[in-house]
């Protein structure tokens, strides 16, 4: 049975920088890609950023240039590098890992407060 673990998450100053680390457990293969998501209260839940098995990331154009988004292959982990952060940033995160078959792992996501 696969599980997503996220951690990192907190409160933050507007400007600071936080980093999630989203760990998959159990047997998993072909990923295709590993991706965070975030919904703030009261929205649709908003892709963030992704990175696909060949290393090619994308980014929501609100986080272009503050977030980076890498992953460790061994560790089968992917991780969420946030800078320059604001209370726009608010949300809970959640990572997701899309492998072959169409089939997606969510993790149970965590709360990222940004606020002074």
């Known amino acids: 049975q696969v599980q997503l673990v996220e951690s990192g998450g907190g409160l933050v100053q507007p400007g600071g920088s936080l980093r999630l680390s989203c760990a998959a457990s159990?047997?998993?293969?072909?990923?295709?890609?590993m991706v965070w998501y975030r919904q703030a209260p009261g929205k649709q839940r908003e892709l963030v950023a992704s990175?696909?098995?060949?290393?090619?990331?994308a980014y929501a154009d609100s986080v272009k240039g503050r977030f980076t988004i890498s992953r460790d292959n061994a560790k089968n982990t992917v991780y969420l590098q946030m800078n320059s952060l604001k209370s726009e940033d608010t949300a809970v995160y959640y990572c997701?890992?899309?492998?072959?078959?169409?089939?997606?792992?969510w993790g149970q996501g965590t709360q990222v407060t940004v606020s002074s």
């Open positions: 159990g047997r998993i293969s072909d990923i295709n890609a």
């Open positions: 990175i696909r098995s060949g290393g090619s990331t």
């Open positions: 997701q890992i899309a492998v072959a078959g169409l089939i997606s792992y």
